[in-house]
């Protein structure tokens, strides 16, 4: 079944070339821009669907397993997140659900979100998201160890198939990019001279 189809959009700065996301599949998107960037931001909207673009087709419901935030200011020192409650508002899933979650994971729902390493709290995001049901999901795994996250997610892609925003690292001088062999791999190129008038489209 296919999720997303996409005939080939420019956004921003950005082109995403033609492809399809199907049941089963992880699609490795090979992204040129920063992680956490404006960039970023506009193509999570745009393969969810809160930014609608001519030639990209949603069916059903796509969401990004967006990881837990710790904010730091003086209302945390009083209120600070913990796990079992994040799973339950973010989830929308029960304290007894939330409790099987947090075993599978190692982790008590007592836990505070802001003493979690980031491979947790990507995980959280992704238990989260496949809560809800979605026909799919993206995903990122920016400063984490990624093969056990993209081992996980291709545990769920079946019935829940996914795109991995990808982005370049490097190590010990050489820059490089780390995909599962199981992905299929999709370049998203940056253009320059993009008219205010084209930048969806």
């Known amino acids: 079944m296919v999720c997303i189809s996409c005939e080939g959009v420019t956004i921003g700065g950005l082109r995403l070339p ?3 996301l199907e ?5 490795c998107l090979h992204m040129p821009c920063l992680a956490n960037s404006k960039e970023e931001r ?13 030639g990209l087709s949603l069916f ?5 397993a967006e990881p837990p935030e710790f904010r730091s200011g003086l209302l945390s020192l009083f209120r600070r997140s913990r796990v079992g409650d994040w799973l339950q508002k973010k989830g929308g899933v029960s304290l007894a659900q939330a409790v099987v979650i947090t075993d599978g994971l190692g982790l008590e729902t007592s836990e505070q979100i802001c003493r979690l390493e980031g491979s947790l709290k990507v995980r959280l995001g992704l238990e989260a998201a496949w809560a809800l049901g979605p026909q799919a999901i993206i995903f990122s795994t920016v400063g984490c160890e990624r093969l056990p996250l993209l081992e996980a997610v291709l545990s769920h892609v079946d019935q829940c198939p996914a795109i991995h925003l990808s982005y370049p690292f490097w190590n010990q001088g050489q820059r490089k990019r780390e995909c599962h062999p199981r992905a299929r791999c999709i370049e998203v190129t940056q253009i320059q001279g993009v008219s205010e008038s084209r930048k969806i489209a």
């Open 23 to 27: 049941s089963g599949e992880l699609i």
């Open 18 to 20: 033609p492809f399809k």
């Open 60 to 64: 059903g419901r796509i969401l990004f």
């Open 42 to 54: 506009q193509i999570i909207q745009l393969l969810t669907g809160e930014l609608p673009a001519r």
